[in-house]
């Protein structure tokens, strides 16, 4: 990797996603550079999850797409997580059947080092209390915002440089929507990079540092997040101004 290009973590260039006889991503360029919090906004069926899922392989597509500087196409999710890029899916996928513990654990599952991940536990529970109150029940009976905090809990404790984000705050009461912002902004400043999928917008870009705006399946606009909060457009397409 070039001097230029050694602080980029992600980068996405001519990414195309079809499936079903939809063109759901045609043709996408973005990066996620070390240390910062990105975020891809947009309506639904703008093509941010699909390009989430291309990211770690569970749609096929087209393009280029590089982490660490290393070709993403071919490795399996197992892979990605040994590298470390985690994500945290739209939906949460937590295992229903098991218990807020060996949910926590099995985010862990590429690790050996027992006192790191006693560490990350504590650091888990820490940030989201609720689980550890509850952390011996089954997490199929959680709340929706529980299991967000699951999932997001579970991805951390694989120790990510990297850490997708995939509607986060999806289908959650006002009070969750704000503690698991708090999380996000919490984990970037404690020095994971972020990419941040959001239908929220303007919470999206009060702690992102950069934005890019998805239509239709393409990229209309990237900047710096609080220039993207002021620009027009942006406020009247995503903020109803």
Request: hydrophobic share 40%; charged share 20%.
């Amino acid at each position: 990797m070039s001097e230029a290009n050694k602080d980029v973590l992600l980068q996405v260039s001519g990414l195309k996603v079809a499936y079903g006889g939809i063109q759901a991503v045609k043709g996408v360029d973005f990066e996620v550079r070390r240390g910062e919090l990105v975020c891809l906004i947009g309506s639904n069926g703008a093509g941010k999850t699909s390009t989430m899922k291309a990211i770690t392989g569970s749609l096929p597509c087209s393009g280029s797409m590089h982490y660490l500087g290393k070709p993403l196409r071919g490795q399996g999710p197992w892979d990605l997580v040994r590298q470390g890029l985690a994500m945290v899916p739209e939906g949460r996928g937590v295992f229903t059947r098991m218990s807020i513990h060996e949910n926590l654990l099995m985010g862990a599952f590429v690790r050996d080092d027992a006192d790191g991940i006693a560490a990350d536990l504590d650091r888990a529970y820490t940030l989201f209390p609720r689980l550890k109150e509850r952390q011996a029940q089954l997490a199929g009976t959680l709340s929706g915002g529980e299991q967000q905090m699951l999932a997001m809990g579970r991805a951390l404790m694989s120790r990510p440089q990297l850490l997708l984000l995939d509607e986060p705050s999806m289908g959650l009461s006002p009070i969750m929507v704000d503690k698991i912002f708090e999380v996000v902004r919490e984990v970037h400043g404690q020095g994971t990079t972020v990419l941040l999928v959001e239908q929220n917008a303007s919470r999206a870009l009060s702690i992102a540092d950069r934005g890019y705006v998805m239509e239709s399946g393409l990229i209309t606009l990237d900047g710096p997040a609080q220039q993207l909060l002021h620009d027009p457009a942006v406020r009247a397409a995503y903020l109803g101004e």
